[in-house]
């Protein structure tokens, strides 16, 4: 099977000064999984941008190519790379909740991407978006397809907008940090769904990301950046098992590992009084079509001085 993506010598600048990107090179085929790994500030989402035409302001390709299904997307016009947008190759920003037209629903905002980029009915869009937003642990769809984005939460947000892009099936799909604004349980739940996306339609899926754990877990393939530079690349196995580079070595010293502490108390006394006390408290927020929303429910605890409490929970 021949390669669906392929980046040669792939360069890109700001204002014709900061080479963002340099000489990169990879392929992809369908239904493969490729990771790119680094610091802020190392190019990661400049490379991925610049696959689909979408740099910001001063960004510029300097040389190299971007084949995608035998098309060299360097040399297309901006309206035969718009064709390609949203069915072929589908994008989830980082923070792309934040994107959202705050003045249309859900809805609104949902049928007209899906029903731009697929010949199906309005029906079987609207069921098709349910089916997204229900895998994605949104529980009442329903009330999402008729809230507002102002009237989401960032994660509830995050989540709408990577059903979007999902949706539409795309051949390739460009996500930038697409769990970074996700609590964990729905994080494990973004990566199954890319994961059978690839499998099932075979989807090929470039994923930024600074997490480790999410690329060793999903990818084929595993590119490591630094300062605009694809330091290592190789299989999954290879870098995260048998890594070259010290810089890659560094980046998996550093994932967090989660350890018991121990306390020690030896020579501390304390008598700290309480300094905050909550008893029974509830909050209800009046939701639309006069249904109610428990937002806190008979929540009760103290606080002694000194003290530091974790919240911790879905979105």
Same mark, same amino acid.
């Given at each position: ?13 700001? @204002? ?21 790994? *680094? ?9 991925? #941008? ?32 718009? =064709? ?19 003045? =249309? ?16 009915? $309005? ?86 990301? @600074? ?17 605009? $530079? ?11 098992? @048998?890594? #070259? ?13 989660? =350890?018991?502490?121990? =306390?020690?108390?030896? *020579?501390?006394?304390?008598?700290? *009084? ?14 639309? #079509? ?8 008979? $929540? ?9 409490? *974790?919240? $911790?929970?879905?979105?």
């Amino acid at each position: 099977m021949g390669s669906l993506l392929e980046v040669k010598d792939y360069s890109i600048t700001y @204002h014709n000064k900061v080479l963002a990107v340099n000489k990169a090179s990879f392929d992809l085929k369908a239904g493969e999984v490729l990771s790119v790994v *680094g610091e802020s500030g190392s190019g990661k989402s400049t490379l991925i #941008r610049g696959v689909l035409g979408l740099l910001s302001s001063g960004g510029k390709v300097k040389e190299g190519k971007v084949i995608f299904d035998g098309k060299d997307l360097t040399s297309l016009s901006p309206k035969e790379l718009q =064709k390609l947008r949203g069915h072929d190759i589908a994008m989830i920003f980082q923070d792309a909740g934040q994107a959202m037209d705050p003045i =249309k629903t859900v809805r609104k905002q949902f049928m007209e991407y899906t029903l731009t980029h697929q010949d199906i009915s $309005v029906k079987e869009a609207e069921e098709l978006a349910h089916s997204w937003l229900a895998r994605l642990h949104l529980y009442d769809p329903e009330r999402v397809m008729d809230s507002y984005p102002f009237e989401l939460s960032g994660g509830m947000k995050q989540r709408v907008a990577i059903a979007m892009a999902m949706a539409q099936s795309p051949r390739l799909l460009l996500a930038d940090e697409p769990t970074s604004a996700l609590d964990v349980t729905v994080q494990a739940q973004v990566v199954y769904e890319l994961e059978r996306l690839a499998k099932i339609y075979q989807t090929a899926i470039i994923i930024v990301t @600074h997490n480790m754990g999410v690329a060793s877990y999903l990818a084929d393939h595993i590119a490591v950046m630094r300062n605009g $530079v694809i330091e290592e690349y190789g299989s999954k196995d290879q870098v995260i098992f @048998h890594p #070259r580079s010290d810089y890659t070595k560094m980046l998996l010293e550093a994932v967090p590992k989660l =350890k018991r502490m121990q =306390k020690d108390s030896a *020579g501390v006394t304390t008598e700290a *009084g309480q300094l905050l006390k909550i008893n029974e408290v509830d909050k209800v927020f009046q939701g639309r #079509r006069k249904k109610e929303v428990h937002a806190v429910d008979n $929540v009760s605890f103290d606080m002694l001085e000194g003290e530091c409490l *974790g919240i $911790v929970g879905e979105s």
